[in-house]
């Protein structure tokens, strides 16, 4: 029996890259949910690049998180207490529950009920959580493709870029992959549909590029912005869509890094630069999900995700996608259970 909820706070806000060294425990007594309050129980923790932003001043979208504060992240857990008539013990929800053991929710804390028969639990934080969903919404309706358009991806063989790359495939499109590792490179082409792929790493120039997309990119996934990004924008076609779904490759926005500009491209091309964040698009997730659960019970979607077990391992779990050794979304695996309450 424990009395005790686990906890991984904020202890200093990183310079750059979150490590270990920016976060403590600091345990607390279990909490009791109030009226229409659940207690949840984490079963896996999501690690997310942008959780590098939620920790960082200038995030833009959100309060960061405050030092002393149990890390902001996504979660799926069950139901161990209710006192919401809407949720039942034992059910699984997917949300803001943070770092720690249990978390007490309120409805707007809470994104997606979990459905463990459309694939296992731990896929409600990874194909059905926000990397799936982001990956689905941005594509079809601000990259709108057609058949024949090429797209290019960036963290190509990540969470969001696998599936954007396997959506875009099916779609008709000639798809286009960046990654890091060459054996990112051999899962883009052998496991995602990807028609051809880079290890940017190994040199990203314009021979590479004009070899990769002979007929130019129609439509950029961009989810690391940076040096990547500079490479593929002046490939763009006329009336191009690039789509900002993140920035992995920027350590810092403070201050802002120079970049070539891109006006004149935007205005010549007529290209469309559009930004993403799927927390604009929540009551687009049910139906969403049913969609993505589809194709991955009929087989033609994969998803992998690599997790790791122990609350302790989140900090570094979180540095370690930033030195891209993940391989598919990223997981803290903490309780498979409701511990006794
Ligand atoms: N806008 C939204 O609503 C939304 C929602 C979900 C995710 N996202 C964004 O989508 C992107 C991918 O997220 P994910 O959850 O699917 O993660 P992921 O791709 O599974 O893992 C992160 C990957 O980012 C790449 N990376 C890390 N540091 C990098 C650097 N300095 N330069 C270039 N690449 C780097 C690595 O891949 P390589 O080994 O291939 O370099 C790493 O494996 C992130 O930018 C994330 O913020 C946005």
């Given at each position: 029996?424990?009395?005790?909820?686990?906890?991984?706070?904020?202890?200093?806000?990183?310079?750059?890259?979150?490590?270990?060294?920016?976060?403590?425990?600091?345990?607390?007594?279990?909490?009791?949910?109030?009226?229409?309050?659940?207690?949840?129980?984490?079963?896996?923790?999501?690690?997310?690049?942008?959780?590098?932003?939620?920790?960082?001043?200038?995030?833009?979208?959100?309060?960061?998180?405050?030092?002393?504060?149990?890390?902001?992240?996504?979660?799926?857990?069950?139901?161990?207490?209710?006192?919401?008539?809407?949720?039942?013990?034992?059910?699984?929800?997917?949300?803001?529950?943070?770092?720690?053991?249990?978390?007490?929710?309120?409805?707007?804390?809470?994104?997606?009920?979990?459905?463990?028969?459309?694939?296992?639990?731990?896929?409600?934080?990874?194909?059905?959580?926000?990397?799936?969903?982001?990956?689905?919404?941005?594509?079809?309706?601000?990259?709108?493709?057609?058949?024949?358009?090429?797209?290019?991806?960036?963290?190509a063989a990540g969470a969001v870029g696998s599936v954007v790359g396997q959506i875009a495939r099916r779609l008709g499109c000639r798809v286009?992959?960046?990654?890091?590792?060459?054996?990112?490179?051999?899962?883009?082409?052998?496991?995602?549909?990807?028609?051809?792929?880079?290890?940017?790493?190994?040199?990203?120039?314009?021979?590479?590029?004009?070899?990769?997309?002979?007929?130019?990119?129609?439509?950029?996934?961009?989810?690391?912005?940076?040096?990547?990004?500079?490479?593929?924008?002046?490939?763009?076609?006329?009336?191009?869509?690039?789509?900002?779904?993140?920035?992995?490759?920027?350590?810092?926005?403070?201050?802002?890094?120079?970049?070539?500009?891109?006006?004149?491209?935007?205005?010549?091309?007529?290209?469309?630069?559009?930004?993403?964040?799927?927390?604009?698009?929540?009551?687009?997730?049910?139906?969403?999900?049913?969609?993505?659960?589809?194709?991955?019970?009929?087989?033609?979607?994969?998803?992998?995700?690599?997790?790791?077990?122990?609350?302790?391992?989140?900090?570094?779990?979180?540095?370690?996608?930033?030195?891209?050794?993940?391989?598919?979304?990223?997981?803290?695996?903490?309780?498979?259970?409701?511990?006794?309450?």
């Amino acid at each position: 029996m424990t009395a005790v909820n686990r906890r991984i706070v904020l202890d200093h806000r990183p310079d750059g890259i979150p490590g270990p060294e920016h976060f403590r425990r600091d345990d607390q007594p279990l909490p009791e949910p109030g009226d229409g309050q659940v207690l949840v129980c984490n079963h896996y923790l999501s690690i997310d690049p942008a959780q590098r932003g939620w920790i960082s001043a200038g995030i833009g979208y959100a309060d960061p998180v405050t030092p002393g504060a149990v890390m902001r992240a996504l979660a799926v857990g069950a139901v161990a207490a209710t006192r919401n008539a809407k949720y039942a013990i034992g059910e699984y929800l997917y949300g803001w529950f943070g770092w720690q053991d249990y978390c007490v929710a309120a409805e707007p804390q809470v994104i997606a009920r979990v459905q463990p028969e459309q694939g296992s639990v731990s896929a409600g934080a990874g194909l059905y959580g926000i990397c799936g969903v982001a990956a689905y919404l941005a594509l079809t309706e601000l990259g709108r493709p057609r058949a024949g358009e090429t797209v290019l991806v960036s963290t190509a063989a990540g969470a969001v870029g696998s599936v954007v790359g396997q959506i875009a495939r099916r779609l008709g499109c000639r798809v286009v992959g960046l990654t890091g590792s060459d054996e990112k490179v051999r899962q883009c082409l052998a496991e995602f549909g990807y028609h051809a792929a880079l290890n940017y790493r190994s040199g990203l120039d314009d021979a590479a590029l004009r070899t990769l997309c002979p007929h130019g990119v129609d439509i950029f996934f961009d989810n690391t912005a940076g040096e990547i990004a500079d490479a593929v924008w002046p490939f763009m076609n006329l009336r191009g869509r690039v789509i900002q779904c993140g920035t992995a490759a920027v350590g810092s926005w403070d201050p802002p890094p120079t970049a070539p500009r891109r006006e004149r491209a935007v205005l010549s091309k007529r290209l469309r630069h559009e930004g993403f964040i799927i927390f604009d698009h929540l009551e687009r997730f049910a139906a969403v999900i049913a969609q993505l659960a589809r194709w991955h019970r009929e087989g033609t979607l994969v998803f992998h995700e690599d997790i790791v077990t122990g609350l302790e391992c989140a900090p570094a779990a979180l540095a370690s996608i930033f030195r891209g050794e993940n391989r598919g979304k990223k997981l803290v695996h903490i309780s498979d259970g409701t511990r006794a309450l």
